[in-house]
Each structure stands twice: as C-alpha cells, then as structure tokens.
C-alpha cells in the first residue's frame, strides 16, 4: 500500500523560511515524478513544485526562486524548501506522486496524495 506523509508545517512570519517533508512509502518511487501541491480554503488545489526524470524539476511562477523541490538519493523522502515566505503562501501543502517519469502540473494528474501538512504565514 503506498503511503505518504508530510510533515513540516507550521507558523511562520513573513519573510521567514519552513522546510517541508514527505516520507514515502510501499513501492519504489525512483521512477515515478513527485510534486506539491496547495490548497487555500475556498479554492482549488494548485501545483507548486515537481520532480521527474534525472531530478528535473519544474515550478509555479508565483513559488520560482524562493521554493526548491528536492528529494533523497535513495528516493524515499521529498522536500519542499520555502524560503521567503508570504502570506498567500498560506494553505495546506500535499505531497504527491504519479505513476510516470514525467512532471504534470495539474493535480488530476497524480495517483497518490498524502494527508497534507498546514502552513500558516502571518505576522
């Protein structure tokens, strides 16, 4: 059964930095993509970061330059680095995983989704 679970969130002022992480499990995840996703209340999730082949990532315009995705060499744990943050940041984050080597940015796209981790920025 695969499972994934975030863990990482929290508070944080603006301007300030969480390192989020998603620790995966019951299959081998080297060859499938992984990403995070977000939801704010009221709105739809949207895509924020992934990974693929060769670790080639890709990003949301509104994350590019202050998020980094990043995984383990053995594959089994996902990062999201969020450095810079504002308070539109604000949502539950979702990791997630897909059964092909090729990013997507849209979350129907992805098989597998954990249970998400809450990030707050506020002052």
């Known amino acids: 059964q695969v499972q994934l679970v975030e863990s990482g969130g929290g508070w944080v002022q603006p301007g300030g930095s969480l390192r989020l992480s998603c620790a995966a499990s019951?299959?081998?995840?080297?060859?499938?993509?992984m990403g995070w996703f977000r939801q704010a209340p009221g709105l739809e999730r949207e895509f924020v970061a992934a990974?693929?082949?060769?670790?080639?990532?890709r990003y949301a315009d509104s994350v590019k330059g202050r998020f980094t995705i990043s995984r383990d060499s053995a594959k089994t744990t996902l990062y999201l680095q969020m450095n810079s943050l504002k308070p539109e940041d604000t949502a539950v984050y979702y990791c997630?995983?897909?059964?092909?080597?090729?990013?997507?940015?849209?979350?129907?796209?992805?098989?597998?989704w954990g249970q998400g981790t809450q990030v707050t920025v506020s002052s």
């Open positions: 990974i693929g082949f060769s670790d080639f990532t």
């Open positions: 997630s995983s897909r059964r092909s080597i090729r990013t997507a940015t849209s979350p129907n796209d992805y098989d597998y």
């Open positions: 019951g299959r081998t995840f080297s060859n499938y993509a």
